[in-house]
């Protein structure tokens, strides 16, 4: 179910619960700023979510109140799994959805990494556009 809105934290959410180990996950990359694993639902045949360390409930509140090491850390992260899961020749999709028009899930950050086969167009086409 896709969250109500952007709110404040909530440290219950799932991500959360990931990063203090209280449910586990198929690590890809750890380091100080970002944990990467796959995801439970995979939608093509590589889906990793990159999550930041800090308690962030999208790129608007990560870019305004995270310390620039961080935002720095966070994306370099991103990347290097991209490079790390091979997909840097035939290409890839990250993307990071944000309240309830996106379908947001789980309110922490994460940027979707998506690859492994031709993605197709970046929308589902609906008649208004
Ligand atoms: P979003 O809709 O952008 O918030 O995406 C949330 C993603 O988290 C979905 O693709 C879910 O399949 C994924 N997800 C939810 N719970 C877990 C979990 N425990 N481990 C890995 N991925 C998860």
Redesign the pocket.
Known sequence: M?VSGIGPYDDGN?FAR?LRGE?P?RKLFEDEHALA?????P?APVHV?VIPKGRYVSLADFTARAPAGEIAGFFRAVGAVARELGLEESGYRALA?AGPD?????PHL?V?IFGGRPLGPMLVRRAEG
């Open positions: 896709a799932i990931i449910i996950c694993f796959h995801d439970i639902n939608q979510l959805n996106s379908h947001q899930e789980v994460h979707h």
